[in-house]
């Protein structure tokens, strides 16, 4: 990665990874968008956000990618819309309320925000859908667990939210669903190990968490995939074509920064 950071925002565009905001060396916020080609390995610096950020969420619908807050020392309620192919990112209506180290996920054309914190540090159970086609946030069931730094996929048509904490000293295993069907959520079983200041990514079946552990929810249960190479914490997920890709994050040993792990989870039986 050519500037390595924690703590970023990411979405996938044909393909293409894009690692948006973070924090840099140094412990300030970024700007900067990097665009990650996996089939070549090769990073491209992308359209730069319009404000540095950090702790925002991202989500994509089409070729246009969406960043929402962000801000760990104080969270912003900021809505921005790239459209991958132009050349500039646009201010949309802000979210109902500022909102910092969240998730977003999309899911049938909506975005649905969940976890985090607002202002004063306050913990969010405030679950938002926000309609890109008119700009229209609907207020849905509260999450269960309050919670930040959480990670978040959707499968099996349900909105999935795992780990997270209230303290930071105690992380979380906690790990709850959404169905749109019912506006109502539901407890799975937890994680094997509790998480936090991770990310997570959905293949066809298979809910996967990326941090100090690789954890993998499929049919029901969890199971523990690979252990990175270098153990990290603040980094980003994608999966693209079946393989799951952790990029950045904060190095657990010394001059790690910037690391890309790549991983293809077997095929469900």
Known sequence: MPLPRTHAARTVVDGIVYVMGGLV?????TDSVLAFDPRSSHWTQAISLPVATDHSAAASIGRDIYVFGGGFERPTASVYRFTVGTAVW???ADMPEPRAAGAAVELDGRIYVAGGFTTGRELLTTVWGYEPATGRWQGLAPLPTARQHVAAAAIAHE??????????AAPLATFE????????????QPMLSRASDFDAVATADSFIAVGDDVQVYRNGSWR?????????????????????YALGGAPRVPAADG????WSPPAAP
């Open 177 to 188: 669903c959404y169905s749109l069907a019912s506006n109502s959520w539901r407890p799975l």
């Open 159 to 168: 909105i999935c939210v795992a780990g997270g904490y209230v303290d930071a």
């Open 25 to 29: 060396r140094g412990g300030g916020s």
């Open 259 to 262: 690391l890309v792990d790549a």
């Open 90 to 92: 646009t201010r949309l």
């Open 224 to 244: 523990l995939g690979p252990t990175l190479p270098v153990k990290r914490f603040g980094l980003v997920a994608a999966a693209v074509d079946g393989t799951v």
